[in-house]
């Protein structure tokens, strides 16, 4: 098993930057790939962020791409989530996800997730 502890979160305005990290405990952080996900108030957990068990493929959902980037540190069992332009639909609590099979999911643990709010 792997557990995972986000911190990073906080409250920004918009156009600010805020970056994420997820520091993992356990067994081999290399073997996981890594994802970020969130969920808005009212809505369902929706995927944001994804990286491979070597960082050499990631994913980004549509509305991150250009403002986002998620990178990994094997050596440092962290995964992180740099967040530029933030904008208020933005708001969420996010959560750090591991995959066993070192891919892009299927993600089978998780945190307990960090709160950003972007204010307007």
């Known amino acids: 098993q792997v557990q995972l502890v986000e911190s990073g979160g906080g409250l920004v305005q918009a156009g600010g930057s805020l970056r994420l990290s997820c520091a993992a405990s356990g067994r081999t952080f290399s073997n996981y790939g890594m994802g970020w996900f969130r969920r808005a108030p009212g809505k369902e957990r929706e995927f944001v962020a994804g990286i491979n068990w070597s960082g050499s493929n990631t994913l980004l959902v549509d509305s991150a791409k250009g403002r986002f980037t998620i990178s990994r540190d094997n050596a440092k069992k962290t995964v992180y989530l740099q967040m530029n332009s933030l904008k208020p639909e933005d708001t969420a609590v996010y959560y750090c996800?591991?995959?066993?099979?070192?891919?892009?999911?299927?993600?089978?643990?998780w945190g307990q997730g960090t709160q950003v709010t972007v204010s307007s």
């Open positions: 996800a591991a995959a066993p099979g070192g891919g892009l999911g299927p993600y089978g643990y």
